[in-house]
């Protein structure tokens, strides 16, 4: 099978059991200064928060977002909060680019930068507002004041993230897999 075959079967992998879900998706959304830097928390089985030993430190900035899948949920994001068109943002080879891990998970995907740009750069009134449409718009079990806070979270690591010319990852697995 062509890599462009294999990729494309995986990725539907992925998203057929992101359209049926047994259990709630873990996703961390972490930054990095690469793709192979970022791919190496594959190795831990709870993924960028872990604590790294002697400091108690994460290994990675990370914001737990758990159910915001990285394909479709940040696809409305973009949409909602930024005008960016939905198309737009899905055919970017950067938005959900598999970095590493296996087709059930855990597996690392790529955030667009244009999208981390967006976060960066967003308000928290912004981010207030889109939370409020994204919740109507997305099947999510928190309240928008609670997806409120967490795209303000998801802001503020795109922000430390450009300050410090890193990039934006997604950590994902189910509590199974």
């Known amino acids: 099978m062509s890599d462009v075959g294999e990729r494309s079967a995986r990725s539907s992998t992925r998203h057929r059991r992101l359209a049926s879900p047994t259990e709630p998706m873990l996703t961390d959304y972490f930054a990095a200064p690469s793709d192979a830097l970022a791919a190496t928390v594959l190795h831990v089985e709870t993924g960028p928060s872990t604590p790294t030993r002697g400091s108690g430190e994460p290994l990675f900035d990370t914001v737990a977002l758990p159910s915001i899948d990285?394909?479709?949920?940040?696809?409305?994001?973009?949409?909602?909060?930024f005008g960016l068109p939905y198309g737009e943002v899905t055919a970017d080879p950067r938005h959900g680019?598999?970095?590493?891990?296996?087709?059930?998970?855990?597996?690392?995907?790529?955030?667009?930068?244009?999208?981390?740009?967006?976060?960066?750069?967003?308000?928290?009134?912004?981010?207030?507002?889109a939370a409020r449409e994204w919740a109507r718009r997305v099947?999510?079990?928190?309240?928008?004041?609670?997806?409120?806070?967490?795209?303000?979270?998801?802001?503020?690591?795109?922000?430390?993230?450009?300050?410090?010319?890193h990039e934006l990852y997604c950590w994902t697995r189910w509590p199974s897999g």
């Not at 970095?99 to 009134?125: I, M, N, Y």
């Open 139 to 165: 099947e999510h079990t928190g309240d928008a004041a609670a997806l409120a806070r967490s795209l303000e979270d998801l802001g503020e690591l795109a922000w430390r993230a450009a300050d410090v010319r």
């Open 70 to 81: 990285p394909f479709v949920a940040l696809a409305v994001l973009a949409e909602v909060t």
């Open 97 to 129: 680019q598999v970095v590493g891990g296996q087709d059930e998970g855990p597996f690392v995907v790529t955030v667009a930068a244009e999208l981390a740009d967006h976060l960066a750069a967003a308000s928290p009134q912004q981010l207030a507002e």
